[in-house]
């Protein structure tokens, strides 16, 4: 006869769907009873009426059923009081929410946080994020997207996420596309809401992008500042002491201004300049020459002045507006355009700097 020990081992192979750890793991087995070839398994759900309770119960019966003597299986369900939820919760979040040390710092979680940043806005920070997300999660690296932009959101839509967090207590469960988890102040407003937030609720909302996210363990983090060198990137430094930036420019001469300004910003927050992309370097001609719209040389110079490697040149290209505007980044939409290549040689680039 099967033993109640052999039941609960194999129900370590089954995730709560939502925060993808193991059931065994967040304490929702509650009770295995056995009955000669029958077990029967009790389920705390951590939130009542959960959604997905189908997906437990099916996975659950199969995983039992696969233990030798077990002819039949039955899932019970209850839900956790709000004690236990709490006490959960607070164990997940427990390793983004800072402490005093340096190596309790909140970000054990995660390998690598790239800031993406500008002198001024428009010049493809957004779109830059989106794409090398995707093109670091099709080289196998576990990807997170911190949306940081809480006006002017255009994460999700980029993406495509058409998923929503999923609130437990007071931990949230960032919805994914292709593995990317993705989180932005877009996913809890619809695009027509304005966000009139200011200051310090601005603050809270970035926060707690960063505190009570259940990230999971990532190999990059990728945040999409606000255009400009404002306040949320100071908070950020702040909170996430190995946050590196990357900055994203446009070509024209005037890089030295956004430069200093980026280069003042860098320094005020003690975060070391990653690399730069260059955007919108130019339009290639249908006779394959090449069209220098915004003028040229810029990316080389600012990566120069900031003491940083250009790791990209990125062409103006109608499809890579098209691309998000339809929520499918220019990266997973192979040969489209030549950019795609652009793109997964910067991620590629990025990935050697910071992983030496
Ligand atoms: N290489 C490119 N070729 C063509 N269009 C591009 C390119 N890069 C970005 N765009 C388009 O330019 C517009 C601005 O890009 P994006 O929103 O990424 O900029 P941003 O720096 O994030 O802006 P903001 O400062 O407002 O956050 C978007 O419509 C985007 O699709
Ligand atoms: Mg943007």
Not at 103 to 117: L, N, S, W
Not at 228 to 235: A, F, R, S, Y
Not at 300 to 305: D, F, H, K
Request: charged residues 25%; negative net charge.
């Amino acid at each position: 006869m099967v033993t109640k020990e052999q039941v609960f081992d194999i129900l370590k192979e089954v995730d709560d769907p939502e925060i993808g750890r193991p059931i065994t793991e967040l304490g929702m087995v509650e009770d295995i009873k056995i009955d000669g070839d029958k077990v029967l398994v009790n389920i705390k759900l951590t939130i009542p009426g959960c959604p997905l309770k189908a997906r437990i119960n099916d996975e659950v019966t199969q995983k039992v059923k696969e233990l030798e003597g077990v002819k039949e299986a039955e899932v019970f369900f209850t839900s956790m009081t709000d004690q236990e939820r709490q006490k959960l919760t607070q164990e997940l979040l427990s390793k983004y929410q800072s402490g005093e040390k340096e190596e309790e710092t909140g970000t054990e979680f995660v390998k690598h946080i790239v800031c993406i940043a500008s002198g001024k806005g428009g010049v493809g920070k957004s779109t830059v994020t989106a794409n090398l997300a995707a093109a670091l999660a099709d080289m196998g690296y576990k990807v997170g997207v911190l949306d940081a932009d809480v006006y002017g959101f255009s994460i999700p839509r980029m993406m495509g996420c058409q998923g929503q967090p999923t609130i437990i207590e007071n931990m949230i469960i960032p919805p994914e596309r292709e593995g990317i988890k993705i989180i932005s102040m877009g996913l809890f407003l619809d695009e027509d809401t304005p966000v009139i937030w200011r200051g310090p609720m601005l603050h809270k909302a970035v926060q707690q992008f960063m505190t009570d996210v259940h990230w999971d363990d990532l190999d990059f983090m990728l945040i999409d500042l606000p255009p400009g060198t404002g306040d949320v990137t100071i908070t950020i430094a702040q909170k996430f002491k190995k946050s590196q930036l990357l900055v994203v420019t446009t070509p024209q001469k005037a890089a030295a201004n956004v430069a200093l300004r980026v280069g003042r910003m860098a320094d005020k927050v003690e975060l070391k300049v990653v690399g730069v992309i260059e955007n919108m370097s130019y339009y290639q001609m249908p006779d394959g020459s090449r069209e220098y719209i915004f003028g040229s040389g810029g990316g080389e110079r600012l990566a120069r002045l900031l003491n940083a490697q250009l790791l990209g040149e990125i062409p103006l290209d109608k499809t890579v507006r098209e691309c998000s505007d339809e929520g499918t980044p220019l990266v997973w939409n192979e040969n489209k355009s030549p950019a795609t290549g652009i793109y997964r040689e910067s991620a590629k680039k990025l990935v050697e700097i910071l992983e030496g």
